[in-house]
C-alpha cells in the first residue's frame, strides 16, 4: 500500500503538489498503480522515479491539461537527438520506443528478445465467410490470424463478431453466422476470456470487454495490444 512515510511521498519538492491527496497511488511488489479521480488507471514500474514528477508537472490537480492537438518533444539528454509528435500519439509513440529504441537489460526483456516472431506471412483469412473480410484487413501484414502479446500470456484470435444493439461499442461475442458486424479478435489472457478487440475502419481499432474498463479506440493494432498488456498489468497488480 503507498504510504506518505514510507519512502513515496508524491510531493514534487517544497511546496509542490500532495499528490497522494488527489491519486491513489499503491505500490505492490515491483509495480505503481496510480488512479485518477476519474478512475482511470495506470501502472507502472516502481522504480520510475520521473511518473509522480510528470503528473505534478502536466496533471497535478487529477484534471488533463494537455490539448491533444499540442506538440510534445521526446529527447534523449545524452545525445540531444529529438522527436516531435502530436499529444494525441504519445501512447503510440512510448510503445515504438520502449519496442525498437530502448536497450533491454532486464531478466524479462532478455526473455523477450528470444521469444519467437510472429509470422511474416500476410494476414490468413478464416474459414468462415472469407469473402466478407476486408482487403484493408487481408493485405495489412500486422493483421495476423493470432497475435501474441506479453510472453504468451496475451492472446488475440481472428473472429467475426457480434455487436450489441444498445452499442456499436459493445461486443457480445462471435458472429455465428452471415456477415458479421466486426471483424477483429477474441482476447484470452492466461487462457482465460479477457475481452474484445474490434477492427471498426482503417485506422480505427476498438478494445472493448475488459472487465472494470471503459472502451478505448485506436489507431493501430500494435496500440491496442499496449492497452491490452496495461489493463492486464493493472489487474495484476490490484
Not at 3 to 21: H, N
Not at 64 to 77: C, G, K, Q, V, Y
Request: charged share 25%; hydrophobic share 40%.
Amino acid at each position: 500500500m503507498f504510504e506518505k512515510d514510507a519512502g513515496v511521498s508524491g510531493k514534487d519538492g517544497p511546496g509542490g503538489p500532495d499528490l497522494a491527496e488527489i491519486y491513489s497511488i499503491r505500490c505492490i511488489r515491483d509495480m505503481m498503480r496510480i488512479r485518477a479521480p476519474d478512475k482511470t488507471t495506470m501502472s507502472v514500474p516502481s522504480d520510475c522515479d520521473a511518473a509522480l514528477v510528470a503528473l505534478s508537472v502536466f496533471a497535478p490537480t487529477g484534471v488533463a491539461t494537455i490539448d491533444a492537438r499540442s506538440n510534445l518533444s521526446l529527447m534523449e539528454i545524452a545525445t540531444g537527438r529529438t522527436v516531435e509528435f502530436p499529444a494525441r500519439h504519445v501512447t503510440d509513440i512510448a510503445g515504438l520506443v520502449s519496442a525498437f529504441a530502448v536497450v533491454r537489460e532486464t531478466p524479462r526483456a532478455a526473455k523477450e528478445e528470444v521469444t519467437p516472431p510472429l509470422p511474416e506471412a500476410v494476414f490468413d483469412a478464416p474459414a468462415q465467410d472469407p469473402a466478407t473480410v476486408p482487403a484493408w484487413i487481408t493485405e495489412n501484414p500486422d493483421l495476423k490470424r493470432t497475435l501474441v502479446e506479453d510472453d504468451g500470456r496475451l492472446v488475440l484470435s481472428f473472429a467475426p463478431l457480434r455487436v450489441s444493439s444498445k452499442s456499436k461499442y459493445i461486443v457480445e461475442g462471435r458472429s455465428d453466422g452471415g456477415v458479421p458486424d466486426y471483424w477483429g479478435y477474441e482476447v484470452t489472457a492466461d487462457g482465460q476470456p479477457f475481452g474484445w478487440v474490434a477492427l471498426m475502419d482503417q485506422g480505427t481499432v476498438l478494445v472493448t470487454g475488459v472487465a472494470a474498463t471503459r472502451y478505448s479506440k485506436h489507431r493501430n493494432i500494435r496500440s491496442a495490444m499496449f492497452r491490452l498488456s496495461s489493463h492486464l498489468e493493472s489487474m495484476r497488480s490490484e
